[in-house]
T-cell receptor
Framework: SQELEQSPQSLIVQEGKNLTINCTSS?????LYWYKQKYGEGLIFLMM?????EEKSHEKITAKLDEKKQQSSLHITASQPSHAGIYLC????????????FGDGTTLTVKP | EAQVTQNPRYLITVTGKKLTVTCSQN?????MSWYRQDPGLGLRQIYY???????DKGDVPEGYKVSRKEKRNFPLILESPSPNQTSLYFC???????????????FGEGSRLTVL
């Protein structure tokens, strides 16, 4: 989606390393979601951020919402092979409650 | 077990042959939605439903129909499938919208459709 851009597109890291994935919105965010997907499978919810500056954690994954930049970053500490997959951000715009837009995803590979 | 179930999981069909992909959730969720996922285009919303008998278009509704006659079911209908509808389809549901947010979406395992 051009409205929601993720970077990088793909990432290969060594096990134990930290990494960050970014999601930038071209419109004012009302809320932002992070999901993880194993290849060809359904998405699993990680967390939802709504307020600027909000930060949430799920195991070793932390996400933060920067309202000024209209951007969210997802940070994984001490990556493990189990973190491998596709990470997608999803946005809620303050226009239509039912519509949802997702970024194109970031493919993460963790090398043992 | 709380889940969203899609059927079929895999289907190969031919152009013009009507097909329905079923979606059922057992969580009493109000909100349901269909997406398609294509390489390079990401996950795009086709249709969504805020509640029974209430449906609305997403970003790519052309060529699809939906209905929501019961809370648990939200079938996706392709009246006359074409090769450009070859894709991986996902159904999702959530408790409902609150303050403009759908909240946590629960996804089905996906239906891989090939139209020849």
């Amino acid at each position: 989606s051009q409205e929601l851009e993720q970077s990088p597109q793909s990432l290969i890291v060594q096990e134990g390393k930290n990494l960050t994935i970014n999601c930038t919105s071209s419109k004012t965010l009302y809320g932002l979601y992070w999901y993880k997907q194993k290849y060809g499978e359904g998405l699993i919810f990680l967390m939802m951020l709504q307020k600027g500056g909000e930060e949430k954690s799920h195991e070793k994954i932390t996400a933060k919402l920067d309202e000024k930049k209209q951007q969210s970053s997802l940070h994984i500490t001490a990556s493990q092979p189990s973190h491998a997959g596709i990470y997608l951000c999803g946005a809620a715009w303050n226009t239509n409650a039912g519509k949802s837009t997702f970024g194109d995803g970031t493919t993460l590979t963790v090398k043992p | 077990e709380a889940q969203v179930t899609q059927n079929p999981r895999y289907l190969i069909t031919v152009t013009g042959k009507k097909l329905t992909v079923t979606c059922s959730q057992n969580m009493n969720h109000e909100y349901m939605s269909w997406y398609r996922q294509d390489p390079g285009l990401g996950l795009r919303q086709i249709y969504y439903s805020m509640n029974v008998e209430v449906t609305d278009k997403g970003d790519v509704p052309e060529g699809y129909k939906v209905s929501r006659k019961e809370k648990r079911n939200f079938p996706l209908i392709l009246e006359s499938p074409s090769p450009n509808q070859t894709s991986l389809y996902f159904c999702a549901s959530s408790l409902g919208t609150s303050g403009g947010l759908t909240g946590e979406l629960f996804f089905g395992e996906g239906s891989r459709l090939t139209v020849l």
